[in-house]
């Protein structure tokens, strides 16, 4: 009772001083009304009443909880943690419902990585995680470190080194005469997603793949290791899931359907038969065990951007070092939990703002994924003293609390294949997946919700001082510092837009990595992504956990408490608005940048052929032309808003391809898709530029017609408004 009180006080408090701030910093409604809002001004009181209920120190227990054992997806560990959560759903007034699925998942049996030739040359792994003075790694329910979706399988073979496992890497060694197959290939993390690696070593024939960190991309190389500093030590290692999420993500055996408990097994693809499953074995090693092998591999040097930050020259291979990999992994269906909170709208039912953030975790999860959780908790937190004064918002809010998203994206995913047909009515999905691992903050979107996430960060004020937006803006500026981060990341929300029509902060494009893929690239639903980042080397490794986020991560718990406001604001906001606040005349600009940066790749790919863009180029200039009519009504709107909305609703959904992306046909999204060969980042207008790179002429020429039917239907779905 006396913390209680305590919040209260400090709550009251807080409200005074952010009003002082935003009238300081020019966010008040006054001053700047915001888009969408016929009177912004109940809209400012009722964000105002929000921003002063998420409290660093209930952050900070929400993460002690949710951290304090290891709760990999579908254990009984996760289950508490998911309990845990219905909780705090239930204690601000959501209607709470914990949704099963079951699912195919592997959890290690039997992993070891033994060195057998040369004779005088030893190592077995994988080498248990430990550093002096921190315990946490040393719990036994830590998991041995592994790859999700890998198979079973033992082989004995020679290594070959090939750096990032990319293409290109595979083509250098063909250059230089190296033959990987029936080989094991030892690769290093970072440039790409890890499931990529696996493919393009399996069309190259290898045997076996070792995925080992190197200190040059999230160790000693960055600065110092934990428990000196943030980066990964001598025996962190990264697990990951390898799973072919690029075909489909979700459960392997029902792809675009939901893996329901009573869903019988007939329905389902035989484990053996999913294009999402890897075909060879797969392991993740530290760089302390990658050390041994790399140190007394053969052959030519390696190419010198190859060398990493062992304390001797790389060379390719193959050999002489022999590796012997047994891999026995227990696949099972197994139950996972997806905890889902509602509040129901009051005049616009029907039409859902959906937010979430995944819960389960390779081992303790402090950053990824319970940083997120903890601030979805107070963003919670927030919507329930909102809804104890009476408040009710307009659209129903939707919160998910997913599970599995490790393994393959499969509790989201799962949840979006089972309501279809409800979600082609949703306002727009909010991601928070790591929320916070350092001060810079970063965000990735569908281009007509970046102006939104610009305007809510202006309404946010920052541990900086300031608002989100004047620090984002800061730190976005050449030449300002920049805050250090491994070179494989979690979500997109740093990375770099492809185009750019706004002279404003970056706000990055959506790829995969992280649950908002099944509501964006299958379901066409507006998605956005926000986490606040920094030097952080001990991705999913025993020493992502409490202690590092407190000593490194944010010791004071004011990130975490910026990005529950954050999200908090974008859900309200989203929930109350009266004309959905799209900007497609952003998003019609940005792909015609694409539409133009392809033509220019495809004359130097096919020279002497003849590649039509013109169908394409009319329709993005017909498509922009149509959003910026659109924008007009948005500012100066009719009087009965629901056929306005329904057009601006649907016109995500028109850049739906039917038929979906060749070869992998559950991605829909015409302009958005995670790439066969990158994995994680986001390849645009993804049917045209996959094909130019395949090569493939006559799949070029059909995709512009795909992308130019899709550019028009989206245009006439906002004409069709007036």
């Known amino acids: 009772m006396a913390i209680q009180s305590a919040s209260i006080l400090c709550c009251s408090l807080l ?175 970072g440039q790409n997603f890890r499931g990529v690696k696996a493919l393009v070593a399996q069309e190259h024939g290898a045997a076996g793949l070792i995925i080992y960190s190197d200190p040059s991309d999230d160790g000693w190389r960055r600065g110092d290791k934990y428990p000196q500093g943030p980066w990964r030590p001598d025996s962190g290692v990264q697990r990951g899931s390898i799973g072919y999420m690029f075909q489909f993500p979700g459960d392997p055996t029902t792809p675009g359907i939901a893996s329901v408990p009573s869903l019988p097994d007939t329905a389902r693809i035989p484990p053996e038969q999913s294009a999402q499953l890897p075909k060879i074995p797969t392991t993740p090693l530290s760089y302390a065990d990658a050390w041994p092998i790399l140190e007394h591999l053969g052959g030519a040097d390696s190419p010198r951007d190859w060398q990493g930050a062992l304390p001797f020259t790389y060379h390719v291979g193959p050999g002489p070092v022999k590796v012997k990999m047994h891999l026995k992994q227990d696949y099972q269906f197994r139950t996972i939990w997806d905890v889902i909170g509602r509040v129901r709208g009051s005049e616009l039912p029907d039409e859902w703002v959906v937010a979430g953030n995944h819960r389960d975790a390779w081992v303790y999860g402090a950053v990824d994924p319970n940083s997120g959780t ?31 998203e490790e393994e393959g994206l499969i509790g989201s995913t799962e949840w979006g294949e089972q309501h279809e047909s409800a979600l082609a009515s949703a306002a727009a999905y909010f991601n928070m997946d790591v929320a916070v691992s350092g001060p810079k903050f970063g965000a990735a979107s569908v281009p007509s919700l970046k102006q939104f996430l610009r305007d809510v960060a202006k309404s946010v004020p920052s541990p900086k001082g300031g608002t989100v937006y004047d620090s984002w803006q800061k730190e976005s500026q050449p030449g300002a510092e920049s805050v250090q981060s491994p070179t494989e990341a979690i979500g997109d929300s740093k990375r770099l837009p492809v185009a750019q029509s706004k002279a404003d902060v970056p706000v990055g494009d959506l790829g995969s990595g992280s649950d908002y893929t099944v509501f964006l690239q299958h379901l066409g639903v507006p998605s956005a992504d926000v986490s606040s980042t920094g030097s952080y080397g001990v991705y999913h490794s025993a020493f992502d956990n409490f202690k590092w986020f407190k000593t490194f991560g944010d010791p004071d718990f004011l990130y975490e408490q910026q990005m529950a406001r954050v999200f908090g604001i974008s859900i309200i906001r989203m929930a109350d608005v009266d004309v959905l606040p799209y900007d497609y005349e952003e998003y019609a600009r940005e792909i015609a940048v694409y539409v133009d940066s392809a033509k220019k790749k495809a004359q130097a790919e096919f020279p002497g052929e003849t590649v039509n863009f013109s169908d394409a180029s009319q329709a993005a200039h017909h498509f922009e032309q149509a959003a910026a009519k659109t924008i007009g009504r948005q500012e100066n709107p009719p009087r009965d808003l629901a056929k306005l909305n329904r057009a601006l609703r649907d016109t995500e959904r028109a850049l739906l391809v039917p038929e979906g992306l060749p070869n992998r046909p559950w991605f829909r999204h015409a302009i958005y898709a995670p790439g066969q060969y990158t994995g994680y980042a986001a390849v645009v207008i993804p049917g045209i530029n996959e094909a130019i790179d395949q090569h493939d002429l006559t799949r070029t020429r059909q995709q512009i017609g795909a992308l130019a039917a899709a550019l028009n239907r989206a245009a006439k779905v906002l004409e069709n408004d007036r």
Do not use: C
Request: net charge negative; aromatic share 8%; proline share 6%.
């Open 374 to 404: 903890a601030a979805v908790l107070e963003a919670v937190h927030g919507l329930g003293e909102l809804l104890k004064s009476g408040w009710k918002p307009k659209r129903t809010i939707v919160l998910g609390s997913w599970d599995a």
């Open 15 to 189: 409200l005074l001083s952010l009003s002082q701030s935003q009238a300081a910093h020019g966010t008040s409604k006054a001053s700047n009304p915001i888009f969408g809002f016929r009177d912004s001004s109940a809209e400012t009181a009722q964000e105002n009443r929000f921003l002063a209920v998420p409290d660093p120190k209930l952050a900070e227990q929400h993460l002690r909880i949710l951290t304090q054992a290891p709760h990999i997806a579908g254990s009984p560990e996760d289950k508490v943690t998911a309990d845990y959560v219905a909780q705090k759903f239930r204690e601000a007034g959501l209607d709470v419902e914990t949704v099963e699925y079951r699912v195919w998942m592997n959890y290690p049996a039997e992993i070891s990585v033994d060195v057998t030739a040369p004779a005088d040359v030893h190592m077995h792994g994988p080498t248990r995680e430990h550093v002096e003075g921190d315990s946490l790694a040393d719990d036994p329910r830590v998991v041995t470190p592994y790859n999700a979706m890998s198979p079973s399988g033992d082989v004995e073979a020679e290594v070959v080194y090939a750096n990032y496992g990319s293409p290109e890497d595979f083509k250098k060694l063909d250059q230089m005469k190296i033959d990987v197959r029936g080989k094991i290939v030892l690769v290093r993390y």
